[in-house]
């Protein structure tokens, strides 16, 4: 999905003068670059200025239920990112959010993903993505809001349909993420879509699953474009095709009669876990996040 004016990546060259440790250290193209996949110390002993990415843990997809409906994707973790900050010489704890578990069992929703945090002298904190609603007969679970809400389980009989969570909760400007879509009621009952860093999932349908919203692209860690934050898909009956994924690390849901558990989304993406679907009841977990760092060498 092309950048907008309502994306949060910015682009800037950093100022020289650092010098710091910490993570995973890299070079390329004038800048010295460090990621952390798990948590861990940033030494900066001489500041400056840095160019900085916190993705957040993403929630779990939610499972369907035996001859009900499908569950929720789960939403993407809040991604936040900074161009040009200054930080001064200091040991930064660089918090790594864990994705949310996956939904398993009869009508189980899926776990809340876990925050990233880059506690410099404003802590930055990147919000977990929303757990997806698991699938019900007649009374399908809401999605969870989170830094991308997690997507509403599908209904198969009577009943409101579930609603997807809010995104960027809580609200950051640029916004971090955007919110889960409806689960559907009725024949098909597919859940709703997790939503991802650049939109809002999919609704449900009675034909097909609500796809996860995408991320966004960033090139922090190697120079090159790479995406993050997508929402999970949503799992559901056995019309239709899978549901997709969002780009950056959503998992697909699961659909009846096509698997019975669904992958997880991908690690260090901060990419929403997939619905499971009616009959095979499991979702998938979401994936984990990730901080990368970087700044003139």
Do not use: C, W
Not at 53 to 60: H, I
């Amino acid at each position: 999905m092309p950048l907008g004016a309502n994306k949060v990546v910015l682009f800037a060259a950093s100022s020289g003068g650092m010098e710091a440790s910490g993570g995973t250290e890299t070079e390329y193209s004038g800048y010295k670059v460090h990621t952390f996949l798990t948590t861990a110390n940033f030494v900066v002993a001489s500041g400056g200025e840095i160019d900085f990415m916190v993705v957040a843990g993403a929630g779990g997809g939610a499972s369907g239920g035996i001859d009900y409906g499908g569950g929720g994707g789960g939403g993407a973790g809040g991604l936040r990112t900074s161009a040009a900050y200054t930080v001064v010489p200091a040991t930064y704890t660089i918090t790594v959010g864990g994705g949310g578990g996956a939904g398993s069992g009869d009508f189980v929703n899926g776990g809340q993903g876990n925050d990233s945090v880059a506690p410099f002298d404003t802590s930055i904190t990147s919000a977990g993505g929303g757990y997806g609603g698991a699938g019900q007969e007649t009374s399908a679970n809401n999605g969870a809001a989170g830094g991308s809400g997690g997507g509403g389980g599908g209904l198969q009989h009577t009943g409101s349909p579930a609603t997807g969570g809010a995104g960027n909760t809580p609200s950051t400007s640029p916004a971090q993420g955007f919110a889960g879509a409806d689960g559907f009621r009725g024949t098909g009952f597919f859940g709703g879509g997790g939503g991802g860093a650049s939109e809002v999932g999919e609704t449900g349908s009675a034909s097909v699953g609500g796809d996860g919203g995408d991320g966004l692209q960033n090139l922090y860690r190697t120079g090159s474009n790479v995406y993050y934050g997508g929402g999970g898909g949503s799992g559901g009956g056995s019309q239709g095709p899978k549901s997709a994924g969002g780009q950056g690390g959503g998992a697909a849901g699961a659909r009846t009669g096509a698997g019975p558990v669904p992958a997880p989304g991908t690690a260090n993406s901060g990419g929403g876990g997939g619905g499971g679907a009616e009959q095979y009841e499991y979702g998938s977990a979401g994936g984990s996040g990730i901080v990368v760092i970087r700044y003139a060498s």
